[in-house]
């Protein structure tokens, strides 16, 4: 069966430290991969998303970054983190428009 | 983009007692999903449903693509029903827009 994992679970950085954040889908191939945010509140933002291994599309400019330098690895990164980066990260999976989103356990990161 | 809006914003029920959720959105879709987030964050698909009606268990699910809404039920409410309920929308093979959701409390 298809799991998902996402890594660390809570994570406390400091003003302009680096950021780097995995998520790992098992059972699967060729996943479309997702990385939202939620912030403060519920709303769900997406940021990137990528269908294939080196494909990304950024859907809001801002000092994060995305990679997915294996299939079913989709990895997010910053070089320094502001104060508005705090929130949960939630990684997610699918196999094509067709087929509904399974989601990661979250990581709640919290920028001090 | 597409816009989605979800009401009420916030229900408070009785334990036993029926709720009907909402969602409106502003364009066609062929994706919607229906999803759940427990007081710990995880986020659980209840329905992929784009179109028509699904059930499972207690909870069952409209859509009426025609119209641009569709309709989450709730039956027979339970404590463990609480949490934060989102619809999320895609059309072609754009991600899923998610909307602002309907905070559910049900107290004993």
């Known amino acids: 069966s298809q799991t998902i994992h996402q890594w660390p679970a809570t994570l406390v950085q400091p003003v302009g430290s680096p950021l780097s954040l995995e998520c790992t889908v098992e059972g699967t191939s060729n996943p479309n991969l997702y990385w939202y945010r939620q912030a403060a509140g519920r709303g769900l933002q997406l940021l990137f998303y990528?269908?294939?291994?080196?494909?990304i599309s950024s859907e809001v400019p801002q000092n994060l970054s995305a990679s997915r330098p294996q299939d079913r690895q989709f990895i997010l990164s910053s070089k320094k983190l502001l104060l508005s980066d705090s929130g949960f990260y939630l990684c997610?999976?699918?196999?094509?428009?067709?087929?509904?989103?399974?989601f990661g356990s979250g990581t709640r990161l919290t920028v001090v | 983009g597409i816009q989605v809006e979800q009401s009420p914003p916030d229900l408070i029920l009785q334990e036993g007692a029926n709720s009907t959720l909402r969602c409106n959105f502003s364009d066609s879709v062929n994706n919607l999903q229906w999803f759940h987030q427990n007081p710990w964050g995880q986020l659980i698909n209840l329905f992929y449903i784009p179109s028509g009606t699904k059930q499972n268990g207690r909870l069952s699910a409209t859509t009426v693509a025609t119209e641009r809404y569709s309709l989450l039920y709730i039956s027979s409410s339970q404590t463990t029903d609480s949490g934060v309920y989102f619809c999320?929308?895609?059309?072609?093979?754009?991600?899923?827009?998610f909307g602002k959701g309907t905070r559910l409390s049900v107290i004993a």
């Open positions: 997610a999976w699918n196999l094509g428009s067709a087929y509904g989103y399974t």
């Open positions: 990528s269908v294939g291994i080196g494909q």
């Open positions: 999320a929308v895609g059309s072609g093979n754009t991600p899923l827009v």
